[in-house]
Every structure is written in C-alpha cells, then in structure tokens.
C-alpha cells in the first residue's frame, strides 16, 4: 500500500500557513521528511495521524481516504508523537498491556502473547517489569515504537524521534525502524540529515508548508553534484576559501 497526499494545506487561526500544497507519494519502506524547526512536519504527521483537519486537500492509504474515513485508517494506523507521555509509576508490560486493550485486542491470551513479543523485539524484555518513569530516554523511545506497532500497523508515523538520543540509542533506534519498514509505509520526520540519508529510500525536504525536493537520496544528491564541495583545511585558509 502507498500513501498518496495531494495538495494538502493548513492555516492555523493564527495565520501561519503551516502546510502549503502538500503533495508526496509514499512507497512501502522508510521515508525521510526533513526540516527544519517550525517547517510544518509535526502538523504534517498529525494531519496524517487523524488528528487534526486540513483546509483543502486529499491524503489516502491505498484506497482508504484518511481525511474522510478517519476510524478506518485507525486500524491501520501506529503514531509515535513528538511528546510521548508515559505513566511513570506503571511498568512496561502493564502500559504496553493497556494500550494494546483500547487498540482492540481484546482476547488476553492473545494481547499476552503480542505484548510480549513486541517488548521482545524492541529489547525491553528484560525490563518489562520496570516502572516507566526510570527509562532512560531511548528506551522511552524504543517503548513508543513498541505501542506503534500494536495491530500490525501499515502506516507507522514517528514524529522527530531521534531527539535527545545519545549516538548508541540513535543507532538503535534507526536499526529498529530499518527492520520494520520492510513491508509498511514508515515516515519519520527529523530535522538531523543523519536520520535520514543512511536509513530512508526515499525522502523529502520541507520548508514553510512548502516540498522543495523529493526522491531517492542518491538521485538528489547526484542533482546538486559539481555544486557543493566538502574540503578539509587549516583555520587560516578557510575565509579565503569561502570567498571563492
Ligand atoms: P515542525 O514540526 O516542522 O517543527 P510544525 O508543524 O510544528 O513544524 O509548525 C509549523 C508552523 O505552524 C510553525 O510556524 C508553528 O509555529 C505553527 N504552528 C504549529 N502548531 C500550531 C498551532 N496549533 N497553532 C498555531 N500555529 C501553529
């Protein structure tokens, strides 16, 4: 299934023109939308997560109309927001356990089975019966990725993830995501170019509401070659050199 977002625009009451003819084709695998701060991908994810409302506009999964049928994309649907809150004083399993009940898995054995498996797989089992509030941020992180994929989601939308993670957790993290994009449509939104031209097949640029580029990052970066150059020099060189 690929997702397919077409014009989509957003201006909040404040008239800030957060998303600005938004359109993007999303394969299966890792995608990357790169930005800086303030250049609308959180309003981007939310829009996408059903969350919030665009102005004008379509975005479908396959043949399902995210905007319009809201409770069908749901089901399908695994968001790690930017500010995920946990309960600091329950334990893994018991949260994991909660959330997987109000995404519907209402037969115990079963929900047993997959809470185990997903803490398994994002290397929490060993702590399942720790108190969340003691999770260092990247295993916080690596819990919102486990509640994500709760129901076998096939659009997982992971919004700046990789913010405050120490090198080691980062890795981590992008290995994760890696192992799961194989058959979803993943987007992770970052404003680190790290995040992306290692891990994601294809990716886009946002900037002010507005796509600047989008493609396979091999493809644009074949697009600027012979115009930026990477050299290494003394400090005294080097205003010369950019005067150049
Ligand atoms: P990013 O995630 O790339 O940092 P956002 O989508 O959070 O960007 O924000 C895009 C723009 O919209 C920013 O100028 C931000 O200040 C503004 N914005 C975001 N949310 C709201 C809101 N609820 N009300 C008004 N303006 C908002």
């Known amino acids: 299934m690929q997702l397919t977002v077409r014009n989509l625009s957003k201006r909040y009451a404040n008239g800030v023109q957060a998303l600005d003819h938004v359109s993007l084709t999303v394969p299966p695998g890792m995608f990357g939308l790169l930005g800086p701060n303030g250049a609308g991908k959180s ?4 829009t996408l997560a059903t969350l919030q409302s665009a102005d004008e506009g379509t975005a479908h ?6 905007l319009r049928e809201p409770d069908r994309i749901r089901g399908l649907l695994g968001y790690l927001p930017q500010d995920f809150g946990v309960y600091p004083k329950v334990t893994a399993v018991e949260l994991l356990d909660h959330l997987a009940r109000l995404k519907g898995l ?20 060993a702590v399942r019966k720790q108190k969340l509030g003691g999770f260092s ?40 995501l890696a192992d799961i994009a194989s058959d979803v449509v993943v987007i992770l939104s970052t404003h680190i170019v790290g995040d992306v031209e290692d891990l994601c097949s294809h990716l886009a640029v946002i900037d002010k509401g507005r796509v600047l580029v ?10 600027v070659r012979g115009r930026i150059w990477r050299k290494v020099v003394a400090k005294h060189e080097a205003a010369a050199l ?3």
């Open 43 to 46: 309003t981007l994810m939310r």
């Open 61 to 66: 999964l396959g043949d399902i109309d995210i």
């Open 106 to 125: 209402v037969d115990a054995k079963t929900r047993r089975a997959t809470v185990d498996a997903l803490l398994e797989r994002v290397n929490l089992a």
């Open 137 to 176: 941020g990247g295993m916080r992180q690596r819990f919102g990725i486990a509640q994500a994929l709760l129901g076998n989601p096939k659009l997982v939308i992971v919004d700046e993830p990789t913010a405050g993670l120490d090198p080691e957790e980062r890795v981590r993290f992008h290995n994760l």
């Open 214 to 223: 989008a493609g396979e990052p091999a493809a644009l970066v074949a697009a």
């Open 242 to 244: 950019k005067g150049q």
